[in-house]
């Protein structure tokens, strides 16, 4: 029977390969990048209908002028949305292409106002805005969903005790609720990282025209309305000069995200190696080999690991950028547009794959707790639960259960034994119960001894998880409040009538 799947490997999988993870792992290989300036045709077009009816509303152009110009920019939004509408790379950019689409319709006495008061200057920075914080709202609802996807998990896991790692080796008994919970609690700074950044970008720079303003009466107060800004940029020279700096912040919210979704990434390839065996990814998110029929390979987590590492380059390349440059325009700063775009192009789908991967996860928890209770990792909570029953310091119940495991060895967990031998050579003459020795064997008593603030005692994980869930819902409130801000601009400006 002829296969379906598009790729060579997956015969051995019981379930189809997501198509989304394949793309993803794919990317570039076969994928064709869009131009940076098609990219901003939809936000070209929103920044010259509010200049125009800017100028309109100060008389600089009549109504005569202004119907035709917004009639024709609806028609090359929906040229643009219907893929139609292709850039002329003799027009050298969308400022030109869109100018001139109006001037070969209505002629130069309409086409030719549109540049009145302003330049490509403070257009591409205000356009520049506009695609930053669409990309920061995206970024922002993807680390919402992923977040929300790990509370979920995490709930699910309390009292799944496993081992927690120092230098990749045991070292105390954890739970994975905790363990996802770190991740949930560095994806919240994240966030404010992006509320900042979103804030500092959502401020107009329309009106600063070449760097140093018009002599023509603008009201910048009014594009800003219609385009949805927070405030004006005031000082019209730093509008021009600054326009690598949101390129720079928003590279850098990612390189942060990147770096925290890459840790996930390792764990997440540790933990499923087979040898280790603690969780498996689902078949719907693995990839497979064209040699070995057998692989079932996490490459969405390489791909994230190396995505990371791209998205610092494009932040020292973009800080690189206007380093030293005179105040002013300087053509330089073009290049700032392929540098985050390329970043937000590689990096916005990764919390997306991490959400399927998360929500397919398959958790092994017999081996880990079974893993739990192997290589004496309850050892320090022994010795911190002897300091406080027979009233010792610290050091001295640290060097009692160093001998303690020392004597233990063969048995593979802390003997009653051992540790009387321990005492008794260490001249304490006191008595430990067996079945106290045999409840500090119980990972999940063990666990439950560390039970103050963040710790990950499963009988106060609640309230972990409880904070955790109302510092999202803060940031879901901030998504759908700033959303709500830029739909309504955007009516304004597109429902706007000359009387
Ligand atoms: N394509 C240019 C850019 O992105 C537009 C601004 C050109 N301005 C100029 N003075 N040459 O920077």
Not at 358 to 365: A, G, M, N, P
Request: aromatic share 8%; with cysteine; glycine share 6%.
């Amino acid at each position: 029977m002829k296969s379906e799947k598009k790729q060579v490997w997956g015969s051995h999988l019981t379930h189809t390969p997501a198509e989304q993870n394949i793309l993803f792992c794919a990317g570039r290989d076969v994928k064709s990048l869009p131009m940076a300036d098609e990219v901003l045709l939809p936000y070209d077009i929103w920044t010259n209908r509010a200049h125009s009816i800017m100028l309109y509303q100060q008389k600089i152009i009549s109504d005569e002028t202004l119907v035709p110009i917004l009639q024709g920019l609806t028609e090359l939004e929906e040229l643009v949305r219907d893929g139609k509408f292709a850039l002329n790379p003799e027009k050298e950019d969308v400022h030109i292409n869109v100018e001139s689409f109006i001037t070969e319709k209505y002629g130069v006495a309409v086409g030719g106002t549109m540049h009145t008061g302003r330049s490509r200057n403070d257009q591409v920075a205000c356009d520049m805005r506009l695609y930053l914080r669409d990309a920061c709202l995206i970024l922002a609802k993807h680390l919402l969903e992923f977040a929300s996807c790990l509370l979920a998990h995490a709930r699910e896991h309390q009292k799944t005790v496993m081992p927690g790692f120092t230098h990749y080796q045991p070292g105390m008994i954890t739970s994975w609720a905790h363990w996802v919970c770190s991740y949930v609690q560095g994806i919240c700074r994240d966030l404010e990282r992006v509320e900042m950044t979103f804030r500092q970008i959502n401020r107009n720079p329309l009106g600063a025209a070449a760097a140093f303003g018009t002599s023509w009466n603008i009201d910048r107060e009014m594009t800003t309305q219609l385009l949805g800004f927070d405030q004006v940029e005031t000082n019209t020279l730093d509008c021009i000069v600054s326009r690598w700096e949101n390129e720079a912040q928003l590279a850098q919210v990612y390189t942060f995200v990147m770096n925290h979704l890459s840790v996930i990434a390792q764990d997440l390839i540790f933990l499923s190696l087979p040898y280790v065996g603690m969780i498996q990814i689902d078949e719907k998110m693995v990839t497979g080999s064209s040699i070995m029929p057998q692989k079932k390979n996490p490459d969405f987590a390489e791909v994230i690991k190396s995505k990371a590492s791209f998205a610092h380059g494009g932040l020292m390349s973009l800080l690189g950028i206007q380093k030293g440059g005179l105040s002013g325009y300087n053509r330089d700063t073009q290049l700032t547009k392929y540098l985050i775009m390329d970043i937000i192009r590689e990096c916005e789908q990764a919390p997306v794959i991490l959400k399927s991967v998360f929500e397919t996860l398959h958790v092994h928890i017999d081996i880990m707790k079974q893993r739990s209770q192997e290589g004496f990792m309850n050892a320090v909570d022994v010795a911190d639960y002897l300091a406080r029953t027979l009233h010792l310091s610290f050091r001295e119940c640290y060097n009692l259960l160093a001998l303690t495991v020392k004597y233990s060895q063969h048995e593979g967990q802390i003997s009653h034994i051992a540790l009387q031998k321990a005492l008794k050579e260490s001249n304490y003459d006191v008595e430990v119960l067996p079945e106290m020795v045999s409840s500090l064997n119980d990972p999940y008593f063990v666990l439950n001894q560390r039970m103050h603030q963040g710790a990950p005692a499963p009988d106060t994980m609640p309230v972990q998880l409880e904070e955790l869930s109302a510092r999202l819902a803060t940031h879901e409130a901030f998504i759908e409040q700033v959303e709500k801000q830029l739909q309504q601009a955007y009516q304004t400006c597109h429902s706007f009538q000359p009387n």
